[in-house]
C-alpha cells in the first residue's frame, strides 16, 4: 500500500498508476467506480471533484467501459443529489455515466443466517474501485475504505440496520460479498466528530493520500490517523474491523 504526505492528488494518483501498474490490470475490464456520496455537501463530505478528474482519464485509455455509481444517504432525494452534484458534472465533461444505485434493481444475499438487499450494479462488472473520504462516523467511529461497501446496500436495507439493526456487521457481512479491487482513500482534509457537516461534522486539514488491494489494513492505518488528531477516540475501537479479522476477511 501507499501512504503518503501530500496535498497533490494529480502526482499521487499517477504514483499509484503506475506503481501498482493498474493499465494491465484495467485492461479490456468493465470497471465500476465507487466514490462516496453522501449528500449534497461538497468534500471532504463527499469524494473530492479532483480524485475523478485526474482518475477516469487514466483508466479510460485501458478500460472496456467506466461507469461511475453511489446511492446517498437514506431520506435524501438521491436522483435530484446525483443529477447535480459536482461529480457528476465532472463526469458529464469527461463522457462517463454518474448512476443512481438506488435506481436499480436489486438482490438477495446471505451470510450465514444473515440476509441482505444489495444493489445488483456491483455484480455485473470486472473490477471496482472505491473512492471514499476519511471521516469520524457517529455510530461506527470511523467511516473510510471499509465503510464505502455500505452504499451498496439498498435504502430499505439500511433504513432496516439504522432502526436496531447491527451496522458493524452488515459493514464487514457486505466487505464479505462485494470486495473492491482497489481503494484510494483522500485524507488531505477530514471531518472530526461525525460523517457530515450538518450532523456535526468538523473539517480539519490533515494532508494525507493512501492506496491499496487491502481495505482492511488501510482502515487501520486510517484510525491511526484520527487518534493522532482526536484524543477523545483513543480508547475506542472501529468493531467492524475486529468483526471483518475474526471473519478472516483478506
Known amino acids: 500500500m501507499i501512504i503518503e504526505k501530500t496535498i497533490d492528488r494529480k502526482a499521487f494518483i499517477k504514483k499509484v498508476f503506475e506503481k501498482y501498474k493498474l493499465s494491465k490490470e484495467l485492461k479490456n475490464k468493465k470497471i465500476l467506480i465507487k466514490p462516496n456520496v453522501v449528500s449534497d455537501e461538497d468534500y471532504p463530505t463527499t469524494t473530492h471533484p479532483d480524485i475523478l478528474r485526474y482518475f477516469i482519464p487514466l483508466c479510460r485509455k485501458y478500460a472496456k467501459s467506466i461507469v461511475i455509481a453511489d446511492s446517498p444517504a437514506i431520506h ?44 445488483v450494479l456491483p455484480f455485473e462488472f470486472d473490477y471496482i474501485i472505491s473512492l471514499p473520504t476519511l471521516k469520524e462516523h457517529k ?13 451498496f446496500l439498498s435504502h430499505k436495507c439500511r433504513y432496516r440496520l439504522h432502526h436496531g439493526g447491527d451496522i458493524n456487521r452488515a459493514i464487514a457481512d457486505i466487505n464479505h460479498i462485494i470486495k473492491p479491487n482497489f481503494f484510494i482513500i483522500d485524507a488531505i482534509d477530514i471531518l472530526l466528530k461525525a460523517q457530515e457537516v450538518r450532523h456535526g461534522g468538523k473539517m480539519i486539514h ?15 492505518i486510517c484510525f491511526k490517523l484520527l487518534k493522532s488528531v482526536d484524543k477523545s477516540i483513543v480508547d475506542k475501537r472501529v468493531k467492524y474491523i475486529n468483526i471483518i479479522e475474526n471473519m478472516k476477511l483478506k
Do not use: P, W
Open 139 to 151: 455510530i461506527c467511529v470511523m467511516t473510510a475504505a471499509l465503510k464505502n461497501q455500505f452504499g
Open 76 to 119: 435524501l432525494d438521491t436522483q435530484t443529489i446525483i443529477e447535480n452534484h459536482k461529480l457528476n458534472h465532472i463526469c458529464k465533461k469527461l463522457g462517463v455515466k454518474f448512476l443512481d444505485m438506488t435506481s436499480c434493481e436489486t438482490i438477495k444475499k446471505k451470510v450465514e443466517d444473515r440476509v441482505y438487499d444489495i444493489f
Open 206 to 220: 490533515m494532508g494525507y493520500m493512501l492506496a491499496g488491494k487491502n481495505a482492511t489494513q488501510l482502515d487501520k
